[in-house]
């Protein structure tokens, strides 16, 4: 009989069902375990009158499929049995037309997307009675698609039931604001969804050095066969500044090429689970960051904007490095004293840099880091693989089965702490 229901219901309202941005191939992009559940959805269409209209704006969501058939990530420990306990209206701050918004007709049936857009301008259509139903709010979208501090600040007074808001990135700085810092609403963010891919990229400067892959370039281009010695990452130490998901997927990354391994943090003892994994081989404390420098052939900063860490790498802790020392930067650009680094570039004091975020994005014609020799830039896309926001949003839906089931939710935030 359910069989024949959900049958009858799709068939009434198939006729919008293309209303949700597609993504023929989004199956593929997903994690394994959501690849075999893509559920159709239904949407209802904003009045012609409404100025989303012409936008094509999706303006409710109901998914078709139960909450008990909805499958959930080896990360969350749901019970798929748990019946939901709440009901959920979701407002979504992206652009409507952003194509990793199809994850989200798997949202259980409890969940139902009041509406999608950047600002309160899209949301123009909506009534007080639906502002004040809205209790949960997700922020994602990439670039002209993201949802923007000022925008979400300006909803903030509309939205008096709302009790947990989630961001679809990992950093925080560019989100927080007064309100949200100092209120009661809980905030989550994606943190470890990006971080293999940052390792990657770490491990791949440390090999561009190694290996002086841009000699070989320029022999290649000239037709050159001429032999020279590389180095071998073995054996060498590597440095990590902020040991949280990002800082230790590079760990593991460095050990597998048989690295020594050394990382900052605030707590410096080392857990059983830590113990176990044979990963890191020392600990620092902050305040000994100059010392980690010393002792590391290259050093990855992981490490999150906030007020104690703006600015840490200082002239400092850069003039401590070897000078056959490389920096690399997969954390935020503010973390670093970024003229004392260009200095160390320029001089030779240090043999080299690999930076994925900088103190300005983009970063200025007028910076003298697009002309140096001896630094890969790379223009904050080292975790921008074609799945990245598929995941994040997976990792949403398993956060909402939590909250559906009164579970605790995974990755809060210390807001004031700001990561």
């Given at each position: ?21 597609s993504a ?14 893509l ?57 409507p ?5 199809s ?34 709010l ?17 909803l ?6 709302l ?23 809980v ?22 050095f190694?290996?002086d ?16 010695d ?30 020594r ?9 080392l857990?059983e ?19 980690l ?8 900063a ?10 840490m ?18 954390g ?6 970024e003229?004392?680094?260009v200095e160390?570039?320029?001089s ?21 880091l ?6 890969l ?7 921008r693989?074609?799945?990245?926001q ?20 995974t ?9």
């Amino acid at each position: 009989r359910e069989a024949l229901l959900l049958r009858a219901r799709s068939s009434r309202l198939g006729a919008v069902n293309h209303r949700l941005p597609s993504a023929p191939s989004a199956a593929s992009r997903l994690p394994r375990g959501y690849q075999q559940h893509l559920h159709p959805a239904t949407f209802s269409t904003p009045s012609p009158s409404s100025s989303l209209a012409s936008r094509n704006l999706t303006t409710t969501l109901f998914s078709m499929a139960s909450s008990a058939s909805t499958p959930t990530s080896t990360s969350a420990s749901v019970d798929p049995q748990q019946q939901p306990q709440r009901s959920v209206n979701l407002l979504v701050v992206a652009g409507p037309d952003s194509p990793e918004l199809s994850v989200l007709k798997q949202l259980p049936s409890a969940v139902q997307v009041v509406a999608v857009g950047r600002n309160s301008a899209d949301f123009a259509h909506l009534s007080e009675s639906q502002w004040r139903s809205v209790n949960v709010l997700l922020n994602c979208g990439v670039g002209k698609n993201a949802g923007k501090r000022d925008d979400i600040r300006a909803l903030w007074p509309l939205l008096p039931s709302l009790t947990w808001m989630h961001s679809a990135s990992a950093g925080l700085e560019h989100l927080l604001f007064p309100e949200l810092v100092e209120g009661p609403v809980v905030l989550t963010n994606a943190k470890g969804v990006y971080s293999h891919s940052l390792a990657e990229f770490a491990l791949t400067a440390c090999n561009w050095f190694a290996k002086d892959l841009p000699r070989l370039r320029r022999q290649q281009a000239a037709c050159q066969w001429e032999p020279y010695d590389v180095e071998e990452l073995r054996g060498k130490t590597m440095g990590i500044i902020g040991y949280g998901d990002i800082g230790q997927a590079v760990g593991r990354l460095a050990k597998a090429f048989r690295m020594r391994v050394v990382a900052l943090r605030r707590r410096v003892e080392l857990t059983e689970e830590e113990r176990a994994a044979g990963v890191v081989d020392q600990l620092f404390p902050p305040s000994q960051l100059p010392a980690l420098m010393a002792t590391s052939d290259y050093v990855v900063a992981a490490t999150p904007l906030t007020p104690a860490t703006a600015r840490m790498v200082d002239a400092t802790a850069i003039a401590a490095m070897k000078p056959s020392g490389v920096f690399i930067n997969v954390g935020r650009g503010g973390c670093v004293e970024e003229e004392a680094l260009v200095e160390a570039l320029q001089s030779g004091r240090i043999r080299g840099a690999a930076l994925d975020v900088f103190a300005v994005e983009p970063l200025p014609p007028t910076s003298p880091l697009w002309h140096l020799d001896n630094v890969l830039l790379s223009p904050h896309c080292a975790d921008r693989t074609k799945e990245f926001q598929y995941e994040s949003l997976s990792f949403f839906l398993d956060n909402m089965r939590r909250f559906l089931a009164g579970q605790p939710l995974t990755n809060v935030c210390d807001k004031r702490s700001g990561y």
